[in-house]
């Protein structure tokens, strides 16, 4: 997600990410808070995907191998039963659900979230997941309970790499990654750079096209607005500066707007939600982390990156994503990529923001599900 974990993704705090320049208002530094982050109602556009591959409420029941969808499970009991890790030093914060599972035929899932969130933000797919897979999620280094280490360099590669150890150390079999937004970067980073055959398949949820907004594509409109993006570098990396902007943005209100933003069901903005973004942005180092992550480099484009991919691939998009959207560079990107590489699935999520999987999750069980029930034996 966005900052979601110094705040719901780069995304949400920098409206000017590389694929989402469909910006809903133009960004001004020097406003307040309640307009820091607002934008008009995305706009409507002529879907360059097969009308096949929409999936709106109406069709969310027509799938014979639809798992029941189930109550989401608290965030007080996914906080009680988390795990840790050591990773280089550093504590990792993980989940899994249910425990004691490893013997199932299925493989295991992991769930990578996005900028700002934390394990707690997949709570709505975990219990319907897990009735047929072991799951994992767990908290990239920077966000949710994960150590937040002074002065550390964040960058798409070292949260790629996290991924593969954790398979290889915790998870001991090759396993599904699903992401959000730089969570699923991270997870075709990973898949990429695999020679350990850890990875059995990707789910993609409104991939983002870089670490933060420097993720240039060939797009004028990034191209137009890069003086003001290295601009606001420059004020972030003033800690007064950046102190202030980020106390702004994390108070509840602030954040119930952002998370309303870009969310297509309104209802879904609960206080769990507020409180899964606004927690981990009260801890010591959560600031540092932000400044590390949305003024150090973009990471690998994932145009790069894809066709060296070989494995299954199921790529879901909300059409209302105003950050990554589907008509975007990034969006139009992987909206080609049914057509060209016959191991790439997509399918557009009608009325659905930059988190599918907790704004629509029966929408995305609906096809993630017999995705991974038809996925060849390994």
Request: aromatic share 10%.
């Amino acid at each position: 997600m966005g900052m979601a974990g110094n705040f719901a993704a780069p995304h949400i705090f920098l409206p000017t990410h590389s694929s989402s320049i469909t910006l809903r208002k133009q960004y001004n530094p020097i406003s307040s808070s309640q307009n820091f982050f607002k934008f008009s109602s995305c706009r409507k556009f002529k879907n360059p995907i097969s009308v096949i591959n929409r999936v709106n409420a109406s069709t969310a029941s027509v799938s014979t191998e639809k798992k029941e969808e189930l109550l989401p499970l608290d965030v007080s009991e996914i906080n009680e039963k988390c795990k840790k890790w050591v990773w280089k030093g550093n504590t990792i914060n993980y989940f899994v659900y249910p425990e004691g599972n490893n013997d199932s035929s299925n493989p295991p899932l992991l769930l990578i979230h996005g900028f700002g969130a934390s394990v707690a933000h997949w709570r709505r797919n975990i219990p319907t997941l897990a009735q047929s897979y072991t799951v994992y999620a767990i908290d990239l280094l920077g966000f949710g309970a994960s150590d937040k280490p002074a002065g550390f360099a964040y960058s798409m590669e070292v949260w790629a790499e996290m991924i593969l150890d954790f398979l290889d150390e915790i998870v001991q079999r090759p396993a599904i990654l699903m992401g959000n937004s730089v969570g699923s970067l991270a997870c075709v980073i990973a898949a990429a750079e695999s020679t350990r055959t850890l990875v059995r398949g990707l789910v993609l949820l409104n991939c983002a096209g870089g670490m933060n907004n420097k993720a240039i594509v060939d797009d004028w409109r990034i191209k137009l607005l890069l003086p003001l993006l290295w601009f606001f570098d420059f004020l972030l990396k003033q800690k007064v500066i950046a102190s202030y902007l980020f106390d702004r943005v994390r108070q509840r209100d602030s954040l119930r707007n952002i998370l309303s933003s870009i969310y297509g069901n309104k209802d879904n903005v609960d206080e769990d939600l507020v409180d899964i973004i606004k927690k981990p942005a009260e801890d010591e180092g959560a600031l540092d982390a932000f400044v590390s992550i949305v003024t150090g480099p973009p990471g690998p484009n994932p145009v790069q990156l894809i066709p060296k991919i070989n494995l299954p691939v199921l790529v879901l998009w909300g059409d209302e994503d105003p950050f990554t959207p589907i008509d975007g560079p990034v969006g139009k990107y992987f909206s080609s990529l049914p057509s060209r590489l016959p191991n790439v699935n997509l399918f557009l999520l009608e009325g659905v923001g930059h988190c599918p999987h907790d704004d629509r999750p029966d929408l995305v069980h609906e096809k993630l599900l017999p995705w991974l029930a038809n996925l060849p034996a390994s």
